[in-house]
Protein backbone atom coordinates (compact mmCIF):
# COMPACT_ATOMS: atom_id res chain seq x y z
CA UNK A 1 0.00 0.00 0.00
CA UNK A 2 1.15 3.37 -0.90
CA UNK A 3 1.57 6.01 1.77
CA UNK A 4 1.45 9.84 1.58
CA UNK A 5 4.70 10.72 2.39
CA UNK A 6 5.98 8.12 -0.72
CA UNK A 7 4.19 11.08 -3.09
CA UNK A 8 7.14 13.96 -1.93
CA UNK A 9 10.15 14.63 -3.23
CA UNK A 10 12.93 13.73 -1.25
CA UNK A 11 15.49 15.91 0.19
CA UNK A 12 17.40 17.99 -2.05
CA UNK A 13 20.88 17.76 -0.02
CA UNK A 14 20.56 14.60 1.19
CA UNK A 15 19.04 12.40 -1.50
CA UNK A 16 17.40 9.80 1.32
CA UNK A 17 14.44 11.21 3.00
CA UNK A 18 11.11 12.32 1.72
CA UNK A 19 9.88 16.04 2.35
CA UNK A 20 7.46 18.62 2.09
CA UNK A 21 9.68 21.74 2.09
CA UNK A 22 12.85 20.90 0.21
CA UNK A 23 15.00 19.86 2.98
CA UNK A 24 14.73 16.87 5.72
CA UNK A 25 15.01 18.10 9.44
CA UNK A 26 18.68 17.36 9.34
CA UNK A 27 19.56 18.80 6.65
CA UNK A 28 17.75 22.32 6.97
CA UNK A 29 19.28 22.36 10.94
CA UNK A 30 22.76 21.92 9.33
CA UNK A 31 22.09 24.81 6.81
CA UNK A 32 21.38 27.28 9.54
CA UNK A 33 24.24 26.21 11.24
CA UNK A 34 26.49 26.96 8.27
CA UNK A 35 24.36 30.51 7.48
CA UNK A 36 25.44 31.91 11.32
CA UNK A 37 28.31 34.11 10.41
CA UNK A 38 30.95 35.00 13.20
CA UNK A 39 30.16 38.78 14.15
CA UNK A 40 32.51 41.22 12.92
CA UNK A 41 34.81 43.29 14.73
CA UNK A 42 33.76 46.39 15.86
CA UNK A 43 35.37 49.80 13.75
CA UNK A 44 36.73 52.33 15.81
CA UNK A 45 34.12 55.55 15.69
CA UNK A 46 34.56 59.01 16.74
CA UNK A 47 32.46 60.57 19.95
CA UNK A 48 30.89 63.31 19.69
CA UNK A 49 33.33 65.74 20.77
CA UNK A 50 35.82 64.24 18.24
CA UNK A 51 33.34 65.30 15.92
CA UNK A 52 32.77 68.40 16.91
CA UNK A 53 36.63 69.03 17.46
CA UNK A 54 37.20 68.39 13.82
CA UNK A 55 33.89 70.20 12.63
CA UNK A 56 35.73 73.49 14.85
CA UNK A 57 38.90 72.90 13.77
CA UNK A 58 37.74 72.91 9.71
CA UNK A 59 35.74 76.37 10.04
CA UNK A 60 38.86 77.54 11.56
CA UNK A 61 40.52 77.26 8.73
CA UNK A 62 38.38 76.83 5.68
CA UNK A 63 34.97 78.65 6.72
CA UNK A 64 34.27 81.77 4.86
CA UNK A 65 31.31 83.58 5.03
CA UNK A 66 29.68 83.11 1.03
CA UNK A 67 31.65 81.53 -0.31
CA UNK A 68 32.96 77.89 1.81
CA UNK A 69 30.66 77.51 4.70
CA UNK A 70 30.97 74.37 7.46
CA UNK A 71 27.98 74.10 9.43
CA UNK A 72 28.05 73.31 13.07
CA UNK A 73 26.45 69.91 12.85
CA UNK A 74 28.60 69.09 9.56
CA UNK A 75 28.87 65.26 8.96
CA UNK A 76 32.72 63.66 9.91
CA UNK A 77 33.79 61.13 7.59
CA UNK A 78 36.99 59.37 9.73
CA UNK A 79 39.39 56.57 9.27
CA UNK A 80 41.37 55.54 11.83
CA UNK A 81 44.22 55.02 9.13
CA UNK A 82 43.88 57.93 7.86
CA UNK A 83 45.67 60.58 10.03
CA UNK A 84 42.44 63.40 9.40
CA UNK A 85 39.13 63.41 8.49
CA UNK A 86 36.45 64.89 5.84
CA UNK A 87 34.25 67.69 7.20
CA UNK A 88 31.28 68.06 5.30
CA UNK A 89 30.66 71.64 3.94
CA UNK A 90 29.09 74.28 1.20
CA UNK A 91 30.50 76.05 -1.78
CA UNK A 92 28.31 78.76 -3.34
CA UNK A 93 28.14 78.25 -6.71
CA UNK A 94 26.83 81.63 -9.17
CA UNK A 95 24.25 81.14 -11.90
CA UNK A 96 26.87 82.12 -14.19
CA UNK A 97 29.41 79.59 -13.53
Not at 54 to 83: L, M, N
Request: aromatic share 8%; charged share 35%; net charge positive.
Amino acid sequence: MKKAWDSHPLCKRCKKTRTKSGLCAKCAAETRKKKKKKPKAKEPTLTRAQEKAYVEAAQRQHHEEGTCEIDDGAKVSWSPEGGGAYVQSWVWVYDED
